[in-house]
């Protein structure tokens, strides 16, 4: 018989930190990964850990909600953490990576690991292995044949909604005349390039955006878009002004030629470490490609944007969470099987790579004859998962971590100061936690 070890289907951020977690803790892996027999609608490299989505981890400060989960993460030794780190570009505040190093980085270290062995095949049935438990992490772009396993594990529906991916343009091809560098609220030079308008380009561009066409969805989908990652186009649905408060917000971003605030800015992030390539910061969309050229092309100092990648729209399953999952990643129906990444309920590539994290984690106890363990509601991993299992299941969506999700604060203090008041209550709670849940001594 097969020695028990931790069986991982899907080689994203959320699968790769649960196969690096489970070895960590001295129990063998075997990560399955559909890439390159086939590929996703959004997926272009054969590489683990591949970003199809922007470059950035988001904020890098711990007093905010993705901050301090990052940083807990780092006390948790995370390889998604590691491999940001290592292959970061100037962001700001932000934790931004260079895509391409990043996945080559993650895809290095898990082939190099002696517990993880790495197969290139598709699994279109949730494995059954006896007294292995499963780690199911393929997330938004889940295979169909995939998807009807789960399906008929569950017996619910999946829920869906449609991310956007914002476009990407050559470095050289922008007009720095025109554009200036420069991080919100920050004195001198940023690491961010801004395109300014004013009131006549503005409105302009919010007439061709209305009148550009987008690409039509498929007969059977409805769709149901995350707030956090809003397609530009739907935005300003919402009235012309919307995007002057969003992406474009031009709010401490004063022109340094001239000393003025624009009426609106187009932010573009560095893409990678070289800077030849940027993103637009916000300007995720569904519009046809032509759409994309003709409108993003009137954007001062893109005039003649050589896009590297243009937008498109991917669907994004995920479970209804409070209905199939316990506060261990494991499903109520089965529990050797581990839901974790965007599949589980969670929005965004660090909440994605935080479940993946603790799914590997708790199955690599279950192997070891330990019991499961669930971070302190406190902390920014146990907000994640109180909110995926203790949501009302009618009212249930995905959510970046933010610290809505955290417990009331019992004291009373100014805004400003609450921030750094939960993570340093966060990081004791976790630390006391690590100590007692991590077997590994480390």
Request: aromatic share 6%; proline share 7%.
């Amino acid at each position: 018989m097969k020695e028990a070890r931790v069986i991982v289907v899907g080689g994203g951020l959320a699968g790769c930190e649960a196969a690096w977690q489970a070895a960590r803790l001295g129990v063998a892996v075997e990560l399955y990964e559909m890439r390159p027999q086939r590929f996703s609608p959004a997926h272009q490299s054969e590489s683990l850990g591949e970003l199809v989505c922007s470059n950035s981890l988001r904020s890098n400060m711990v007093d905010s909600g993705v901050g301090l989960l990052k940083e807990e993460m780092r006390r948790l030794d995370s390889l998604i953490i590691r491999a940001a780190e290592a292959t970061a570009v100037p962001a700001g505040k932000a934790l931004a990576v260079d895509r391409q190093q990043f996945a080559d980085y993650i895809t290095r270290v898990m082939e190099e690991n002696e517990l993880i062995t790495i197969f290139r095949q598709e699994v279109e049935e949730i494995p059954k292995p006896a007294g292995s438990p499963v780690i199911l992490a393929t997330g938004p772009l889940t295979s169909e044949k995939l998807s009807a396993s789960l399906l008929r594990l569950t017996g619910a529906k999946n829920l869906a909604f449609y991310d956007a991916i914002a476009p990407i343009v050559a470095a050289e091809s922008l007009d720095l005349d025109v554009i200036y560098r420069k991080s919100r609220w920050d004195d001198g030079p940023g690491d961010y390039l801004n395109c300014p308008m004013n009131e006549e380009q503005y409105n302009r561009f919010v007439e061709l955006l209305a009148a550009a066409e987008t690409v039509p969805l498929k007969s059977f989908e409805t769709p149901k878009y995350f707030e956090g990652c809003l397609p530009i186009e739907v935005m300003l649905e919402r009235g012309e002004q919307t995007l002057r408060f969003g992406p474009m917000k031009p709010v401490g971003l004063p022109d340094p030629r001239t000393g003025q605030t624009p009426h609106a800015v187009v932010q573009l992030r560095a893409e990678n470490r070289e800077k030849s390539m940027y993103n637009l910061v916000g300007f995720q969309t569904k519009l046809t490609y032509a759409g994309q050229k003709k409108v993003f092309r009137t954007i001062p100092g893109l005039e003649r944007a050589e896009f590297v990648r243009l937008g498109s729209i991917h669907r994004n399953t995920f479970v209804c969470a409070p209905e199939l999952l316990e506060p261990t990643l494991q499903m109520k129906k089965r529990k050797n099987l581990f839901l974790a990444g965007q599949l589980s309920g969670v929005e965004g590539y660090v909440e994605s790579a935080a479940m993946g994290l603790l799914a590997g984690m708790n199955a690599a106890r279950l192997v070891r004859g330990q019991a499961p363990v669930v971070p302190p509601p406190e902390t920014a991993h146990g907000a994640l998962i109180h909110h995926l299992t203790a949501t009302a299941p009618e009212h249930f969506q995905p959510s970046n971590i933010n610290f809505g999700l955290f417990p009331p604060l019992k004291t009373k203090m100014r805004k400003r100061d609450r921030g750094r008041f939960r993570a340093d209550q966060a990081l004791a709670a976790l630390e006391s936690w690590r100590r007692q849940s991590d077997p590994s001594g480390e």
